[in-house]
């Protein structure tokens, strides 16, 4: 069908199942299944072929930042809209956990929830009033592997414990906050959630500072969490990473440089510990953490298949949480950075040389 829009101009989808269940009955059987099919060819017709090969990106990139004259805009911006235009919007009935009357006060902002199909369920319901599951926390996919990223709000003063749950159930190795601490008498209260110095105890978990180090970009800190209610299982190390250089009421980070330090940082991280999920947070748990989350898999894509495709990584994040990279600035960001990252390449390359 993609190959007739492309040659024809035009879509045949009702004459082109028909023929598909004229040679097998089975080929596509539900009503969901026949709207899937229309969902994504419009997907495809609108968005076309969004990766670029790193060796023409910087080149690509330039023409897509030109604002045309008649029109007034740029490809970069057209493209942006066009995300936006493909991204599905929650209904009230596809957020029903978060909405539950016991689950609301859980919630930091209700503009920002998780779809239930993406819900991080907490698993350690021991000592927990009523076994409470629910966490404002969405599952989502990097470029490798599903559910590599589990993005949330940063923690209210009563769901501190419900964070650690969530640290512990998931196996995340890494926490990356991405807002700063302010007051408690703020309208966005964002206190620490943490011991420093020594031990803690949140609900059924301990956690203990092991070490922290500091620069102007990021504090690092090592934690042991332990359920008490589990000792059998053991703990967990994870490291925790406070980026600095997000100045408040912006979009973007102040500096691409220490931004990708910061990758860098969580990507050897990760790799040391294996199969390790990384949370990571801002405020509302929306287009700073989504920033975060692209620009990794834009990495991953450039070390793995010499690729960028930025409309493909805010795309599969927006599948699980709408909110994800949500200005104009943060998709450029991401396209900035991934040039300044492969720039770095190349000099590497041109002193591995000499």
């Given amino acids: 069908?993609?190959?007739?829009?492309?040659?024809?101009?035009?879509?045949?989808?009702?004459?082109?199942?028909?023929?598909?269940?004229?040679?097998?009955?089975?080929?596509?059987?539900?009503?969901?299944?026949?709207?899937?099919?229309?969902?994504?060819?419009?997907?495809a017709c609108l968005c076309g072929e969004t990766a670029i090969p790193i060796l023409e990106f910087a080149l690509t990139y330039k023409e897509m930042l030109r604002v045309d004259s008649q029109s007034n805009t740029s490809q970069l911006r057209e493209e942006f809209q066009t995300l936006n235009s493909v991204t599905p919007h929650l209904d009230v009935e596809e957020c029903s956990v978060?909405?539950?009357?016991?689950?609301?006060?859980?919630?930091?902002?209700?503009?920002?929830?998780?779809p239930d199909r993406a819900l991080a369920f907490l698993i350690t319901t021991e000592g927990i009033a009523e076994g409470n599951n629910y966490i404002n926390a969405a599952l989502t996919d990097s470029f490798h592997r599903p559910a590599a990223f589990v993005v949330t709000p940063h923690p209210l003063p009563g769901t501190t414990a419900d964070f650690w749950r969530l640290v512990y159930d998931y196996g995340c190795t890494s926490v990356v906050m991405l807002n700063q601490?302010?007051?408690?008498?703020?309208?966005?209260?964002?206190?620490?959630?943490?011991?420093?110095?020594?031990?803690?105890?949140?609900?059924?978990?301990?956690?203990e500072l092991l070490s922290m180090t500091a620069d102007d970009d990021v504090i690092i800190r090592l934690f042991r969490v332990?359920?008490?209610?589990?000792?059998?299982?053991?703990?967990?190390?994870?490291?925790h990473f406070q980026f600095l250089r997000w100045s408040p009421y912006r979009d973007?980070?102040?500096?691409?440089?220490?931004?990708?330090?910061?990758?860098?940082?969580v990507h050897n991280w990760q790799r040391e510990c294996?199969?390790?999920?990384?949370?990571?947070?801002?405020?509302?748990?929306?287009?700073?953490?989504?920033?975060?989350?692209?620009?990794?898999?834009?990495?991953?894509?450039?070390?793995h298949h010499s690729l960028v495709d930025v409309f493909y990584a805010a795309k599969t994040l927006r599948n699980s949480k709408p909110n994800m990279v949500e200005t104009m600035e943060q998709y450029r960001f991401?396209?900035?950075?991934?040039?300044?990252?492969?720039?770095?390449?190349?000099?590497?390359?041109?002193?591995?040389?000499?």
């Fill in 181 to 207: 601490i302010n007051q408690s008498n703020s309208a966005w209260p964002c206190l620490k959630y943490w011991p420093e110095p020594g031990l803690q105890q949140f609900g059924p978990m301990t956690v």
């Fill in 334 to 354: 991401c396209y900035d950075l991934a040039l300044d990252y492969l720039d770095a390449l190349d000099c590497l390359s041109e002193i591995e040389v000499r």
């Fill in 252 to 265: 973007v980070p102040d500096s691409k440089k220490a931004f990708l330090s910061l990758l860098a940082q």
């Fill in 274 to 303: 294996g199969e390790g999920r990384t949370i990571v947070h801002c405020l509302n748990g929306g287009g700073r953490s989504g920033t975060f989350c692209a620009c990794t898999m834009l990495l991953e894509m450039i070390r």
């Fill in 98 to 114: 978060s909405l539950l009357p016991r689950n609301r006060e859980k919630n930091r902002s209700m503009d920002v929830l998780p």
């Fill in 1 to 43: 069908m993609l190959d007739m829009a492309e040659c024809e101009g035009v879509v045949d989808i009702y004459n082109c199942v028909k023929t598909l269940c004229s040679r097998r009955i089975n080929m596509i059987q539900t009503e969901e299944q026949y709207v899937f099919i229309h969902d994504a060819i419009l997907e």
């Fill in 226 to 239: 332990q359920n008490i209610m589990r000792l059998q299982e053991g703990q967990l190390v994870v490291r």
